[in-house]
Every structure is written in structure tokens, then in C-alpha cells.
């Protein structure tokens, strides 16, 4: 089945910047709406930014102005363009997808540890 995998994280100072890339494996197929998600060690999972088939985009409160999220729908990648990074970014950070036929699809997850 088809496979959604992230890549990107690392370590960073805070004030810096990294992005992450998610990429399906296998089959390819065309998806709906395109998200990241991370969950931070003791907190729930929280929705960092979507974007839209056509493009509309959301962000949390937390990331708007710093973060950007972007799609290339040939290749059914998601982008997470993610700058002046704080401690409080430290998370895991899960990709995420649904397809025309309503399934949905997660990657495994990529770490990103942001030191002061």
C-alpha cells in the first residue's frame, strides 16, 4: 500500500530554519487535503498547517508568520517550510493525507529538537 514518509528533521538553534519534506511511496495517487501534525513529548497531537486542494492554506496560532506549508500536486508531495524556530517547535512531526476515496494516509514521523 501506499507509504507517506518524512524527511528533514534534525537539530537546531532556535532563530533557524529547516524543512521538512513528505513524499508517497508505491502507488501514486492523487490526494485531497495535505497536512502536518506534530505532537510534542506529554501534549496532545496538534494540527500545524493544512493545505487545500486549490491551495488555500491554514496555520496554528503558534506557527503563523514562521512556518509555510506548500504542495507540489505532480509529484504528491507536501512541504513544511519552517523558520525562526523556538524550543516550543521541538516535536515530532507527522504528514498527513486523504485521497479522493476517503481514505486517509500518515507518515511515520521525522524528530525536530530546536535548542536555545
Known amino acids: 500500500q501506499v507509504q507517506l514518509v518524512e524527511s528533514g528533521g534534525g537539530l537546531m538553534q532556535a532563530g533557524g530554519s529547516l524543512r521538512l519534506s513528505c513524499a508517497a511511496s508505491g502507488s501514486i495517487f492523487s490526494f485531497n487535503a495535505m497536512r502536518w501534525y506534530r505532537q510534542a513529548p506529554g501534549k496532545q497531537r496538534e494540527l500545524v498547517a493544512t493545505?487545500?486542494?486549490?491551495?488555500?492554506?491554514h496555520y496554528a496560532d503558534s506557527v503563523k508568520g514562521r512556518f509555510t506549508i506548500s504542495r507540489d500536486n505532480a509529484k504528491n508531495t507536501v512541504s513544511l517550510q519552517m523558520n525562526s524556530l523556538k524550543p516550543e517547535d521541538t516535536a515530532v512531526y507527522y504528514c498527513?493525507?486523504?485521497?479522493?476515496?476517503?481514505?486517509?494516509?500518515w507518515g511515520q514521523g521525522t524528530q525536530v529538537t530546536v535548542s536555545s
Open positions: 493545505i487545500s486542494s486549490n491551495g488555500n492554506t
Open positions: 498527513n493525507a486523504d485521497d479522493y476515496n476517503h481514505f486517509y494516509y
